[in-house]
């Protein structure tokens, strides 16, 4: 399970940011990033802090509740629009700086899920599969993914058939067949190449 070792080598505020949604179809790259205060650190709900692939849905929720009323956090995301326009790497890290920033908050060390660093105000330290190895990462990872999941399922209530609600706007085979049935929506990242190729298709049958 995560903990506070990285954490603990620092004197002074020590923030964990991640980001969740570089690989769907559609939809923004959400970010989060989370202070642990000393003070909170012995409540129950730190202890069950976990990368958020590993947390079931309902206990997300839950955690998400503990992290947001205990812990100081941002969140903050990066549109379609400039995932297309800078690739969904510089827009993930994007999404992480203005998470930091919203955060409003100063940390002497931000403990960065992957191995790439945005461009923080502050030192960082990018760790390879964070959320399992630190406790801020891990709560940030959450933040972060069930954000995430409330938007799409937001949209996908404004855009029905792609299944949006339960696949978060990943390739599934329901979303891939709504695609060619239904069409693009202003939410899919159009240079991603599902999206890509139909719509280079629809380019070549209108010429």
């Known amino acids: 399970m995560p903990d506070f070792t990285l954490e603990d080598q620092h004197d002074g505020l020590v923030c964990g940011l991640d980001e969740v949604g570089r690989g769907p179809l559609a939809g923004p790259v959400v970010a989060a990033c989370v202070i ?7 409540l129950n709900f730190v202890s069950q802090l976990n990368d958020s692939k590993k947390v079931s849905p309902k206990k997300r929720e839950a955690l998400f509740d503990e992290i947001t009323s205990h812990c100081y956090y941002g969140i903050s995301q990066a549109s379609v629009h ?15 700086k203005r998470a930091y920033l919203s955060m409003g908050q100063t940390a002497v060390m931000a403990l960065v899920d992957g191995n790439k660093l945005p461009a923080l105000p502050c030192k ?15 709560a940030a990872s959450i933040l972060a993914k069930v954000t995430r999941d409330r938007m799409m399922q937001e949209l996908g209530d404004i855009y029905p058939g792609y299944g949006w609600d339960a696949n978060a706007g990943y390739g599934s085979k329901a979303h891939m067949e709504a695609l060619d049935s239904i069409g693009i929506t202003p939410h ?20």
């Open 82 to 96: 400039e995932i297309d326009d800078i690739n969904i790497l510089q827009a993930s890290l994007l999404a992480m």
């Open 124 to 138: 960082a330290q990018a760790v390879v599969k964070g959320d399992s190895i630190s406790a801020s990462i891990a």
């Open 188 to 207: 899919h990242r159009t240079t991603f190449a599902p999206v890509r190729e139909r719509l280079e298709i629809l380019l070549l049958e209108s010429a």
């Open 36 to 42: 642990i205060p000393d003070e909170i650190k012995h």
